[in-house]
């Protein structure tokens, strides 16, 4: 009986990820072992796969478990025949063997979840390509305190969260444990990435990729280290103001990224604004670089562990007072005592400031209008500290244009942001 073609393909799809997926592992570990023996190929990994596909498609619990076992029986053979081969060689790694019996697997998976299975593939894939980056990292790069703040973020994701109420708890209906945590998880996930990715990548693949990482970090600090290495080495002002630049966008980045994922509503008032910032500091800093005599030099800059176990809870006591404060503001004073407390956290913790506005909106408290123009000062307030920070470590050109592009920004933002605002009144 003749499937149609739309039903054929459908049967088919699980077998050729299987085997595509096989077929790109085998090639690797044939490439990575081209000069000593292994008893696995790029045809074993193929019928890996093959064999993983067939499993599922017969939808036999014992037959699968069969096969199974006889992939498993292969595997050990293949490492004994290996092991054997090389006796006496220093590396006898099990990666081979593993990445067989995760082929085997995703074949499996790829009938019921075919987009999963190519992500994964890719995952695997990615993993055998980059084992001397990955060795490197591990042994030379990263230190105890990067696991203990893995580790922290682990603890709040996986054992705290799941456990907390989803309600504000307090009698004055402020602080939701379960949002606060969240919110906390999101953020350090987002500053933690940027600082892993600054180790990976190293503090000297170019200014704009420094600054972006390191303003994900913390922009204020990375301002502060580059006035200070601007006024020891005045030629370094052209670095400095591609990271510092770029730090900004990452700031502002953040934020956008922080209000969509946890208060959407608000993140799409914020969008045109923060987003025009971005690119127009992007722009700017392209400019500016294709104007410059000098080309843009690859320096270090001086950036720290954001979460350590102490900056950890440093970071959770200034959301919980930002978040404590800005409500009980709004109820002594209205909106001026908001707006008050926005431009004085702005300047000390942006992120921190802004989420709690959005939740006192989130939770009916703070009109879209008051939230959105709060936020804005605490943005204003955050761009006006980092061109404080500039002029008093370094009154030089360096402190001049950067704070040229950071108001030109701040103008840019303002004038789209003046539109909204005039919108949701």
């Known amino acids: 009986m003749e499937l149609p073609n739309g039903n054929m393909l459908e049967l088919i799809q699980p077998f050729v990820i299987a085997l595509s997926i096989g077929m790109l592992v085998g090639i690797e570990r044939e490439r990575r072992k081209a000069r000593s023996f292994q008893a696995m190929g790029v045809r074993s990994f193929m019928?890996?796969?093959?064999?993983?596909?067939?499993?599922?498609?017969?939808?036999?619990?014992?037959?699968?478990?069969?096969?199974?076992?006889?992939?498993?029986?292969?595997?050990?053979?293949?490492?004994?025949?290996?092991?054997?081969?090389?006796?006496?060689?220093?590396?006898?790694?099990?990666?081979?063997?593993?990445?067989?019996?995760?082929?085997?697997?995703?074949?499996?998976?790829?009938?019921?979840?075919?987009?999963?299975?190519?992500?994964?593939?890719?995952?695997?894939?990615?993993?055998?390509?980059?084992?001397?980056?990955?060795?490197?990292?591990?042994?030379?790069?990263?230190?105890?305190?990067?696991?203990?703040?893995?580790?922290?973020?682990?603890?709040?994701?996986?054992?705290?969260?799941?456990?907390?109420?989803?309600?504000?708890?307090?009698?004055?209906?402020?602080?939701?444990?379960?949002?606060?945590?969240?919110?906390?998880?999101?953020?350090s996930l987002i500053q933690f990435a940027g600082y892993i990715a600054l180790k990976?990548?190293?503090?000297?693949?170019?200014?704009?990729?420094?600054?972006?990482?390191?303003?994900?970090?913390?922009?204020?600090?990375?301002?502060?280290?580059?006035?200070?290495?601007v006024r020891k080495e005045p030629e370094l002002k052209d670095f400095a103001f591609t990271a510092g630049m770029f730090a900004q966008i990452a700031t502002i980045t953040e934020l956008l990224v922080l209000a969509l994922g946890i208060y959407p509503k608000m993140g799409f008032h914020l969008f045109p604004p923060l987003m025009g910032m971005a690119?127009?500091?992007?722009?700017?800093?392209?400019?500016?670089?294709?104007?410059?005599?000098?080309?843009?030099?690859?320096?270090?800059?001086?950036?720290?562990?954001?979460?350590?176990?102490?900056?950890?809870?440093?970071?959770?006591?200034?959301?919980?007072?930002?978040?404590?404060?800005?409500?009980?503001?709004h109820r002594l004073a209205d909106d001026r005592g908001v707006f008050a407390l926005a431009a004085l956290g702005g300047v000390l913790e942006l992120h921190s400031t802004s989420m709690a506005t959005m939740a006192l909106n989130a939770e009916g408290q703070l009109a879209d209008s008051g939230a959105f123009l709060a936020v804005s000062i605490a943005v204003c307030m955050g761009i006006v500290a980092k061109i404080a920070i500039l002029w008093t470590v370094n009154r030089g050109r360096f402190a001049l244009i950067t704070t040229l592009g950071l108001l030109a920004t701040l103008i840019a933002g303002g004038s789209i942001g003046a539109l909204v605002y005039l919108n949701l009144k």
Request: proline share 4%.
């Open 200 to 229: 990976v990548f190293g503090p000297k693949n170019g200014a704009a990729l420094t600054g972006f990482l390191g303003g994900l970090v913390s922009s204020t600090a990375l301002y502060f280290d580059l006035s200070q290495k």
């Open 47 to 187: 019928l890996l796969g093959l064999l993983g596909s067939i499993s599922a498609e017969i939808s036999s619990g014992l037959i699968a478990a069969s096969i199974a076992f006889f992939v498993g029986t292969l595997i050990v053979i293949g490492y004994w025949r290996t092991t054997a081969a090389k006796s006496g060689h220093p590396d006898l790694g099990l990666t081979s063997e593993i990445a067989g019996a995760v082929v085997f697997g995703l074949g499996y998976l790829a009938k019921s979840q075919p987009l999963l299975t190519l992500i994964l593939g890719v995952v695997v894939l990615i993993i055998l390509l980059t084992r001397e980056q990955l060795h490197r990292f591990s042994t030379t790069q990263i230190q105890s305190k990067d696991l203990h703040a893995a580790a922290i973020i682990m603890v709040l994701t996986i054992v705290v969260a799941p456990f907390l109420p989803n309600e504000p708890v307090d009698p004055w209906l402020l602080f939701n444990p379960r949002r606060f945590v969240f919110i906390l998880i999101v953020l």
């Open 279 to 329: 690119i127009l500091g992007g722009a700017i800093t392209w400019l500016y670089q294709r104007n410059i005599e000098s080309t843009v030099q690859n320096k270090s800059v001086k950036i720290t562990n954001p979460l350590e176990f102490k900056a950890a809870l440093k970071l959770a006591a200034a959301f919980s007072l930002a978040l404590a404060s800005i409500a009980m503001a």
